[in-house]
């Protein structure tokens, strides 16, 4: 071989193994961390958030708040604790995976976002132990892996409070725990604590003639604080996360009415391709069941159960127009 053409192929390689080892080429195949100094796009969530979030004017505002706060300051002392309150299907797990989608496009399929259900994944109190020690390796293994982490915490007042325990020193003032720091994670914990109390509330207003985005945030906190964090029977009270002040933010959730259902509705019809046919917008609204019994203006389940009811009205129209046909 020439000495010109060894040169010239060690080159071509090398240039090569450059080119594939670029994180642009190398991230655009396989999921990358995000690069240090990563920022939440506030205003795409924002975006986001007014276009895909119903009847939640208080948690859009908090969760803002939150994360640009938080995504803008170059050095956190702690990671992000997000603490989501309110009935069912109201959508505290709808906003989590948008936001967590901001931090990891795959959202709740990347390998940075980590999903845990208490009653699922922490079933047996007596396996207590082996759970905190899974769960503190867990979180660990991955912050170490991608300091960006999201770790989604539902049934939160179902979870065992040495489970809680166990996470206490990940959300602490630490620079580093065992060597791995975890200031830039986010853990968001989810519950129906207080959702009654914020139901009636919200109720409180509605009775007293004031529009419901006049409720402010201090309306709320008062009530959580009283009957959340100082009630023995919340499921929250008892931990050292509200002792330590290691949550960041409260985020309550607002029962939702009849007319934030049908906004449901809509958008998931759109969401499968199918024009909105108001008709069955209006029947699935209606299939609802809504509270308090006179009044009937919050949804039992918000907008938990929309996509059952309406695969049974667009089956129901199927069938019509084949037997039309
Ligand atoms: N406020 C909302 N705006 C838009 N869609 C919503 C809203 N609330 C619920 N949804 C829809 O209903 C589905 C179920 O809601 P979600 O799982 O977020 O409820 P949740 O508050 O987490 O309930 P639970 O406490 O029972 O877990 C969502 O995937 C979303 O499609």
Sequence with gaps: LEPLSVGLAIGVASALTGYLSHPNFYCSYVECCPSAGHR???????????????????????VLRAVTGFSHNPSPK?????????????????????????????????????????????????QLQLYQEQLQSWIRGNVSACP??????????????????AIKPFLDYYEQVDGVS????????LSNAGGDLINKAVLDFWTSGKDREEIQLKDLERVLSV????????????????????????????????KHVKMCVRAEM??????????????VADEMTYFPKEEK????????????????HEDIAVKYTNAKD
């Design 40 to 62: 939440i796009n506030a205003t795409a969530l924002r975006e986001q958030l007014d276009e895909r979030l119903f009847g939640q004017h208080l948690a859009k505002e908090v």
């Design 78 to 126: 702690k990671p992000l604790t997000l603490s989501l309150h309110g009935w069912a299907g109201t959508g505290k797990n709808f906003l989590s995976q948008l936001l967590a989608r901001h931090v990891h496009p795959a959202g709740l399929r990347s390998k940075f976002v980590h999903l845990f259900l208490a009653t699922l994944h922490f079933p047996h109190p007596q």
């Design 148 to 165: 960006y982490s999201v770790f989604i915490f539902d049934e939160m007042d179902k979870m065992h409070q040495g489970l809680i325990d």
């Design 182 to 189: 975890y200031r830039k994670a986010i853990f968001i914990f």
């Design 227 to 258: 009957g959340v964090f100082n009630n023995k029977n919340s499921g929250l009270w008892h931990s050292s996360l509200i002792d330590r002040n290691l949550i960041d933010y409260f985020v309550p959730f607002l029962p939702l009415e009849h």
């Design 270 to 283: 759109k969401a499968r391709g199918h024009a909105v046919d108001e008709k069955v917008v209006e029947a």
């Design 297 to 312: 203006l919050y949804s039992d389940k918000g907008c938990k159960t929309v996509q059952a009811k309406l695969d049974i």
